[in-house]
């Protein structure tokens, strides 16, 4: 009776075949990996090089592992089916915006370049290759690079290839934007501008709370709590190409928060529901406002965002501004919560940034600042003790 093979164990030989009429010679290892558990019979796979030195180190890596249990038998499966089954199984809990993001990136991109690769054989330097040849900005390659390290890394995890060949990948230098938040003349500027206009209240709370423009569109009045002066942010108002999965998502970081507002804030949203009620009265029957939203146009409809930058842009032309975006009333408020003595925690708290590094990190430039006026005001007031 013929010995089984070990798992593990291997053999070498040179083989040589006709190629377009020449002989062609090659080395060639089988190693064992295991047994089908249904037929019992051995499952080998094949090595092949030109040199018997070559097979026989990629059969001995092959054999470490499996006697580790770290092998992975390579995965049949090409780049782009991986990733229509990963876009179609695995995203259940992405958001509906991100979703349709990743859907294209690998539509226009990962597909046509990397989909008819076997996904075992995609390498790390073809992976290079493939960011390094993007015609897009940094920023846009970037997104690329994590929607398709993203899919691999699911991969990893369900042992179809071993480790995932985008790792360490060089990526393009992305240029922070310069932040540019409003300072004080600048802000009555815009606050004037705004007065009698139907975004009045919200540019006061975006500048004095630092709300992202979908969390201020998404905010409902069950969540303001006058009594306390607390305000819990935890929806977003969905854009509308996105509403098929609902009015409202998450917001960015997964989870809410919540602020306590100024006294001033607190008084621009009473005198948003006043408003309100006069726009329900005037609209009559037509009034429907079924989620209790804080912010909407006068039928009691959602803003749209593409509706509120338009608005938002002739306000602040009617200022005398340039270039100011809504986005920029969030980094006006961090930065004079940083003026006003806020820590960089309650800051971040705030804002709802994942870590207080990130807000630092984002502002840091407005601290150091910041602090050498401090240090600047502490010498002339040990100055003018002296002089006493």
Same mark, same amino acid.
Request: some cysteine.
């Given at each position: 009776m013929a010995k089984k093979s070990a798992k593990g164990a291997g053999t070498i030989r040179k083989k040589t075949v006709t190629r377009n009429g020449k002989p062609y010679t090659y080395w060639e290892a089988r190693v064992t990996t295991g047994r089908?558990?249904?037929?019992?019979?051995?499952?080998q796979r094949s090595f092949t090089g030109k040199t018997q030195?070559?097979?026989?180190?990629?059969?001995?890596?092959?054999a470490v592992?499996?006697?580790?249990?770290?092998?992975?038998?390579?995965?049949?499966?090409?780049?782009?089916?991986?990733?229509? =089954?990963?876009?179609?199984?695995?995203?259940?809990?992405?958001?509906?915006?991100?979703?349709?993001?990743?859907?294209?990136?690998?539509?226009?991109?990962?597909?046509?370049?990397l989909g008819a690769v076997k996904l075992a054989d995609l390498h790390?330097?073809?992976?290079?290759?493939?960011i390094n040849g993007l015609k897009l900005a940094p920023a846009s390659a970037r997104l690329v690079y994590q929607v398709l390290h993203r899919a691999l890394e699911k991969a990893v995890d369900l042992n179809y290839i071993p480790r995932n060949p985008s790792d360490r990948c060089e990526l393009p230098r992305q240029d922070r934007k310069e932040i540019h938040p409003l300072?004080?003349?600048? =802000?009555?500027?815009?606050?004037?501008?705004?007065?009698?206009t139907a975004l009045e209240y919200l540019v006061r709370v975006a500048l004095f709370t630092g709300m992202r423009q979908s969390e201020l569109l998404g905010l409902t009045w069950d969540v303001v709590d006058f009594t306390s002066g607390q305000i819990t942010i935890n929806k977003q108002l969905s854009r509308l190409e996105h509403r098929e999965a609902g009015l409202?998502?998450?917001?960015?970081?997964?989870?809410?928060?919540?602020?306590?507002?100024?006294?001033?804030?607190?008084?621009?949203?009473?005198a948003q529901k006043r408003r309100q009620a006069e726009m329900q009265l005037r609209a009559g029957p037509i009034w429907s406002n079924p989620h209790g939203l804080v912010f909407t146009n006068q039928a009691g409809a959602p803003l749209e965002q593409r509706s509120v930058d338009y608005q938002f842009r002739r306000i602040v032309a009617a200022a005398g501004l340039v270039g100011v975006r809504f986005h920029d009333?969030?980094?006006?408020?961090?930065?004079?919560?940083?003026?006003?003595?806020?820590?960089?925690?309650?800051?971040?708290?705030?804002l709802g940034h994942a870590t207080a590094a990130f807000t630092l990190d984002r502002y840091a430039h407005f601290t150091e600042a910041m602090q050498k006026d401090s240090a600047e005001r502490m010498e002339g007031f040990v100055k003018a003790v002296l002089n006493l």
């Open positions: 089908d558990p249904g037929t019992g019979k051995q499952i030195k070559e097979v026989r180190e990629k059969m001995q890596a092959a592992e499996i006697n580790q249990g770290t092998y992975t038998a390579p995965s049949k499966l090409t780049v782009g089916q991986w990733l229509d =089954i990963w876009q179609r199984d695995y995203l259940g809990s992405v958001k509906p915006c991100t979703v349709r993001t990743y859907k294209m990136a690998i539509g226009n991109h990962v597909c046509p370049a790390p330097h073809m992976v290079q290759g493939f300072d004080d003349q600048q =802000i009555a500027a815009l606050l004037e501008a705004a007065e009698g409202f998502i998450s917001p960015k970081s997964g989870k809410g928060r919540t602020i306590t507002a100024a006294p001033l804030v607190l008084r621009a949203l009473q009333t969030r980094h006006t408020y961090a930065v004079n919560a940083i003026r006003a003595g806020d820590d960089i925690k309650t800051v971040q708290g705030n």
